[in-house]
């Protein structure tokens, strides 16, 4: 669920960096990718309704990246959001296993270092900042 998209949840595909992008090219020659910033994008074409785009990097034995994914596969169901100006830390609705834990307790875990590394992150790399989708809760 995580690495195949719709139409609707096209702008969840994660940003790669110059390396990742290509390792995902040597695995996958037919990715297109399309510069944002400093990163790349996936560009999945036009999607019609019903269409699944999966990610290049995704083989049947998982993501071929390993511990190099992407920032925003490594976070996931986390995102870091920009919520009328300010950043938070929101998690998917669509990830029932940890979007159904006490949000106390991610709110704690997050505390924990991870926040920090996130908020470090995203301010390097302003790009990984999605704009808040109400599909996500706000967790710090
Ligand atoms: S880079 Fe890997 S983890 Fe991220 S969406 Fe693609 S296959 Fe999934």
Same mark, same amino acid.
Not at 26 to 54: C, I, P, Q, R
Not at 111 to 123: M, R, S, T, V
């Given at each position: 669920?995580?690495?195949?998209?719709?139409?609707?949840?096209?702008?969840?595909?994660?940003?790669?960096?110059?390396?990742?992008?290509?390792?995902?090219?040597?695995?996958?020659?037919?990715?297109?990718?399309?510069?944002?910033?400093?990163?790349?994008?996936?560009?999945?074409?036009? #999607? &019609? %309704?019903?269409?699944?785009?999966?990610?290049? =990097?995704?083989?049947?034995?998982?993501?071929?990246?390993? +511990?190099?994914?992407?920032?925003?596969?490594?976070?996931?169901?986390?995102?870091?959001?920009?919520?009328?100006?300010?950043?938070?830390?929101?998690?998917?609705?669509?990830?029932?296993?940890?979007?159904?834990?006490?949000?106390?307790?991610?709110?704690?875990?997050?505390?924990?270092? #991870? &926040? %920090?590394?996130?908020?470090?992150?995203?301010? =390097?790399?302003?790009?990984?900042?999605?704009?808040?989708? +109400?599909?996500?809760?706000?967790?710090?």
């Amino acid at each position: 669920m995580c690495c195949i998209f719709d139409r609707y949840d096209i702008w969840e595909t994660p940003l790669f960096d110059e390396d990742t992008r290509n390792k995902v090219l040597e695995f996958n020659s037919g990715a297109v990718f399309a510069k944002v910033g400093n990163k790349y994008m996936l560009n999945a074409g036009e #999607l &019609a %309704e019903g269409d699944l785009f999966t990610c290049p =990097a995704l083989t049947e034995n998982g993501c071929i990246l390993g +511990d190099s994914k992407p920032f925003d596969c490594r976070i996931y169901p986390f995102r870091v959001m920009d919520k009328d100006g300010q950043r938070v830390i929101a998690v998917s609705t669509l990830c029932k296993d940890v979007h159904g834990q006490n949000h106390d307790k991610l709110r704690k875990y997050l505390k924990n270092g #991870l &926040a %920090e590394k996130i908020f470090a992150y995203a301010d =390097a790399n302003p790009d990984v900042v999605k704009p808040y989708y +109400d599909n996500y809760t706000v967790i710090l």
